[in-house]
């Protein structure tokens, strides 16, 4: 595992500073620089292997340790490449329309309490866990994009599947890191999870907090599945590749679980 200061992140990221969109809280946040890093060898699936860095001294950071922008105060977390959360501060009523208000509302009045899912999740971010931190990262991510009016299936299948490859990760970047602790952890806030989740009618299945690489990639494939029946205008080359990419969730699953019916 290996933890940061901010010299050495300045070194690989820019540093922006704006108020959250949601609770207006001051939050500081590090977004990787573009071509910092690329994907080695890649996996079936898009899981870089390895990640090569433009600047020696990073080969043991996981780069999706910087993936989200998260909320000091009410943990709302925003993808940092996004640039509709990084300039939301510009026009926050505009980006709050995208959001369901009565369930924005929630949040903010769970980070009051400190007894919502959201909080328990942010007490598991840690300079001295970074494994458990990024799994935090990942489920706060997963539940904010969930308070939107209508959800994107792709980008929750995206999400799942990077949270799939963290914990293939865990001897690569987190060796020493808890596993069974950090499930402990999730386990302990699923009953809120499963309580507080936004209702949608266009979950193919209901997001859910995953302890391992498989419920994280039997999720991602159920999302980008409804993402590929649901394409329209992007052309028979986008649809090949999404066929592909589920064709290697399968075939991974498979190969995890040794089950006839996950290879499908």
């Excluded at 866990?129 to 299948?157: K, M, N, Y």
Aim: charge should be neutral.
């Amino acid at each position: 595992m290996q933890t940061l200061s901010e010299k050495e992140l300045l070194q690989i990221c820019r540093k922006y500073e704006f108020a959250c969109p949601v609770c207006e809280a001051k939050n500081a946040f590090f977004r990787l620089k573009p071509d910092i890093c690329r994907p080695g060898d890649q996996e079936g699936d898009g899981h870089p292997r390895i990640w090569r860095w433009t600047k020696p001294g990073f080969d043991s950071l996981d780069p999706k340790q910087l993936f989200w922008g998260i909320c000091q105060k009410c943990r709302f977390a925003g993808e940092l490449d996004d640039p509709e959360f990084r300039t939301a501060e510009k026009d926050p009523e505009g980006f709050k329309a995208q959001y369901s208000s009565s369930a924005l509302d929630r949040l903010v009045a769970g980070s009051l309490a400190g007894k919502s899912a959201v909080q328990a999740l942010g007490k598991m971010i840690s300079a001295k866990d970074s494994f458990a931190t990024v799994i935090a990262h990942f489920h706060l991510g997963i539940f904010s994009h969930c308070l939107r009016q209508r959800i994107a299936p792709g980008s929750l299948a995206r999400y799942y599947l990077r949270l799939a490859w963290i914990y293939r990760d865990l001897e690569t970047y987190y060796a020493g890191a808890s596993l069974e602790g950090v499930k402990k952890q999730l386990g302990a806030i699923e009953e809120r999870w499963n309580a507080e989740l936004p209702k949608h009618k266009d979950y193919p299945q209901v997001p859910a907090m995953v302890k391992d690489e498989v419920g994280a990639l039997q999720l991602s494939r159920a999302y980008f599945q409804r993402n590929y029946e649901t394409l329209r205008e992007s052309g028979q080359e986008a649809e090949l590749r999404l066929r592909g990419l589920l064709a290697e969730i399968g075939f991974r699953i498979y190969f995890l679980t040794n089950t006839e019916d996950d290879y499908r």
